[in-house]
């Protein structure tokens, strides 16, 4: 164990040369660049047995990853945004072959108009692809999330692809004090590769990826993705458990602060939540029960869980750092809103949609957020969403 | 080299089986067999979504016995790009013996590769894969129903270029992808035919000797897209060589040879052109000038293939107008 002082991207560069994967593309964007640029460093001075694969696109970026780990080893890779926008026919290819690449996504808004700064609608726009999405609030997290994220994709009741993301600049570009694993005890921990059953190169065996399959198999094979999400879970757990045990540092499916008696509370993705923090352990030093739900696993969805946590409040905000334009609040928040439909008695919840672009989300902000949710228990809430930390 | 014997030829594994449901009559998959019956290594293939791709593939079926991966259309280049590279890389850890020879193809239609997947092919040719890339033309995007593509010949008649009562067909010429490959620096490029299966299957004998991105050019008549009957799509590929509309040519390690000089048996591009209903306005006699500029526009190619040739052997030059009697 080693403590050093870097940025989210330097800590996610040096999980994946701990990792040391055996194939990897590259190709820059914003705010991710960096990664992969520290990376071929490492190549370049044989610090990893990696092939990098310099491809022309993000498409052809996870298109070689797909090629890749259906080769038949680990595969790693890095993008945002744009990035991500123009590999989406790939990811939800290589969700539907069963490939557990893992993607580092370093959230970024995407165009128009073009920003290069941190929100979410990036990884909320694949939220559908059939990847495991982990989210993490600093680098810590998201160095831990990596490692974490080849042992679950790899997982044989899995194998899945895994995005693990972090905000960009806030996170990727902020130097942080962290703890990072020894070598060994990141090879020790991610072992051996086995996350493809049937690979390419085995010519002695010969077989057939991305078959053509019509209405009689179709359906069928999109339900074995949506079986192996509902595994996914106590999965991540184990694994989120295990990285505790070297680590000293445990992992579930949320993180929980200042929940067990709260009446009001936040969810929020990413770094919002340590801003929320703060504001809690305020209202908390005046003596308001606020509370912080902030989901790690964001697909698949923990609804049970996450509602089971919820449960006690009176009120509610989801925060979102992303829209869904024209639907009833951002993705989050529809995702939480539907987990309490069930509960006998749901706390009142509202939505706020916020930090677009990079927009700073100030303590200021959360405040008057804490003081709305005081209120809306009796009177109801003025509007279900709507934007903050905007000019009217 | 393995001397090609038909005989022995014949003996070996087909590794696209009869059944495969492509179209009775369909050059690609007379191609993608000539091709595999060149290779004596094990070989891995990367398929663009397309006919070849979709027709091969009905799950729970597969008429390859062979490792295969279609992932997408425009990245059939970029996802053997993958299965290349995790080659190398495990072979180089000692993860696979180090005597384990693989072979990587790539299949893409023209629309595949000449249109959508033109930026994936040259990321590939260019990074330096150890790979082949063939492209079987059959000049348009067939398997959505025969839309026009940029390797669509003058004046065809598609269904995005319809010969209508303004427009006569595509108005404009094909794009020269075997020079764009070659323009990369790639140490082996070619254009072939399945008629002539010794040139083609020495062509693909010749590249898998050479370490490095190979591109193959490989004309596949489509007797749906061209309208034309299901036992001729040796006799039109034969016909598109000696009308002089797809030199057989190939440029390794900087070298350019014409394989194939149709001197005598060279034609006049209408003989290609009739048999086709996709050119059957060409005839009109209003339309006289368009099948005078396909002449031209074939004449051009042939001299500057020609040139090529000349270029690479000043002792063996060949006369680009040599048999042209008519
Ligand atoms: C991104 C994308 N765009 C369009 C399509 C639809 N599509 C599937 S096959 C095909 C035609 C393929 O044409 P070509 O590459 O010439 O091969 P052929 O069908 O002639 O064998 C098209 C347009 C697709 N599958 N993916």
């Given at each position: 164990m080693k403590k050093v002082a870097m940025t989210g991207n330097v800590a996610v560069a040096n999980a994946m040369r701990q990792i040391n994967p055996d194939v990897c593309a590259a190709y820059p964007i914003t705010p991710s660049t960096e990664i992969m640029q520290q990376f071929s460093t490492f190549v370049a001075n044989g610090q990893v047995d990696t092939e990098l694969v310099t491809v022309e696109s993000e498409h052809s970026a996870m298109s070689a990853c797909i090629g890749a780990a259906a080769a038949g080893g680990r595969v790693m890779n890095a993008t945002s945004a744009n990035g991500l926008a123009l590999m989406w026919e790939m990811l939800y290819i290589a969700a539907g072959n069963r490939l557990p690449i893992v993607l580092s996504c370093v959230n970024r808004a995407l165009s128009a108009p073009i920003n290069i700064h941190c929100d979410h609608s990036d990884s909320m726009g694949a939220r559908d692809s059939g990847w495991i999405q982990i989210y993490a609030e600093n680098a810590q997290e998201a160095y831990d999330n990596t490692i974490q994220s080849v042992r679950i994709g790899e997982h044989p009741d899995l194998h899945l692809p895994v995005m693990s993301c972090m905000d960009g600049?806030?996170?990727?570009h902020s130097i942080e004090n962290l703890e990072l694993l020894d070598d060994p005890q990141v090879r020790d921990f991610v072992?051996?590769?086995?996350?493809?059953?049937?690979?390419?190169?085995?010519v002695n065996n010969p077989v057939t990826y991305g078959a053509l399959h019509l209405q009689d198999y179709y359906i069928e094979s999109r339900r074995q993705l949506h079986e192996a999400h509902k595994r996914a879970k106590d999965i991540v757990v184990q694994v989120g458990k295990e990285y505790g045990k070297i680590s000293g540092r445990s992992y579930g499916l949320f993180e929980t602060y200042?929940?067990?008696?709260?009446?009001i509370g936040l969810v929020a993705l990413n770094s919002a939540a340590g801003t929320a923090k703060v504001v809690v352990d305020e209202f908390r030093a005046k003596g308001v029960k606020a509370g912080l739900l902030k989901p790690?696993?964001?697909?698949?969805?923990?609804y049970l869980e996450i509602a089971d946590a919820l449960k006690g409040l009176k009120a509610l905000c989801v925060l979102d750092r992303a829209d869904s334009f024209?639907?009833?609040?951002g993705p989050l928040f529809i995702e939480v809103r539907s987990a309490l439909y069930d509960l006998p008695k749901r706390p009142v919840t509202i939505n706020k949609i916020f930090?677009?672009?990079?927009r700073d989300l100030g303590l200021d902000d959360l405040r008057k957020v804490f003081e709305e949710l005081t209120t809306i228990v009796?009177?109801?809430?003025?509007?279900l969403y709507e934007y903050i930390t905007v000019r009217e | 080299m393995a001397v090609l014997k038909l005989k022995e030829l014949s003996?070996?594994?087909?590794?696209?089986?009869?059944?495969?449901?492509?179209?009775?009559?369909?050059g690609a998959p007379i191609v993608v067999r000539q091709v595999l019956m060149a290779i004596d290594e094990p070989v891995i293939i990367s398929n663009a979504t397309g006919c070849l791709e979709v027709a091969t593939t009905i799950y729970p079926y597969t008429a390859w016995k062979l490792p295969w991966i279609h992932s997408a259309f425009e990245n059939a280049a970029a996802t053997i790009s993958g299965v290349e590279a995790m080659y190398q890389s495990l072979k180089r850890q000692g993860k696979?013996?180090?005597?384990?020879k693989i072979k990587f193809l790539a299949f893409g239609g023209d629309g595949g590769?000449?249109?959508?997947?033109l930026q994936a092919l040259s990321g590939a040719l260019e990074r330096g894969h150890d790979f082949m890339y063939v492209c079987y033309d059959n000049?348009?995007?067939?398997?959505?129903?025969i839309q026009r593509s940029?390797?669509?010949?003058?004046g065809a008649d598609t269904t995005t270029s319809p010969a209508g009562k303004v427009l006569q067909g595509k108005a404009q010429k094909r794009k020269d992808l075997t020079k764009i490959a070659l323009a990369h620096g790639v140490p082996f490029v070619a254009q072939a035919s399945p008629h002539n299966w010794k040139d083609l299957m020495t062509k693909v004998q010749k590249a898998m000797s050479i370490e490095g991105p190979k591109f193959m050019n490989v004309i596949a008549p489509c007797n749906r897209g061209w309208r034309t009957?299901?036992?001729?799509a040796i006799e039109l590929s034969r016909l598109a060589v000696n009308t002089c509309f797809w030199p057989l040519y190939e440029v390794a390690n900087g070298v350019a040879t014409v394989t194939y000089n149709p001197k005598k048996n060279r034609r006049p591009i209408a003989e290609w052109l009739k048999p086709q209903g996709r050119f059957?306005?060409?005839?009109k006699p209003e339309n006289e000038w368009m099948l005078a500029k396909f002449q031209e526009l074939v004449d051009d190619n042939w001299r500057s293939v020609v040139n090529m040739h000349n270029n690479s052997h000043p002792g063996e030059t060949i006369d680009p107008e040599e048999g042209k009697t008519w």
């Open positions: 600049f806030i996170i990727s072992g051996p590769y086995r996350g493809t059953t049937y690979p390419l190169l085995d200042k929940m067990e008696d709260a009446e790690r696993l964001f697909r698949p969805f923990p024209g639907a009833a609040g930090g677009l672009g990079g009796d009177k109801g809430p003025k509007s | 003996k070996k594994p087909d590794l696209l089986t009869g059944g495969h449901r492509m179209c009775a009559g369909c696979i013996p180090a005597d384990q590769t000449y249109d959508i997947g000049g348009a995007y067939m398997n959505t129903g940029s390797a669509t010949p003058f009957q299901t036992n001729d059957k306005h060409l005839f």
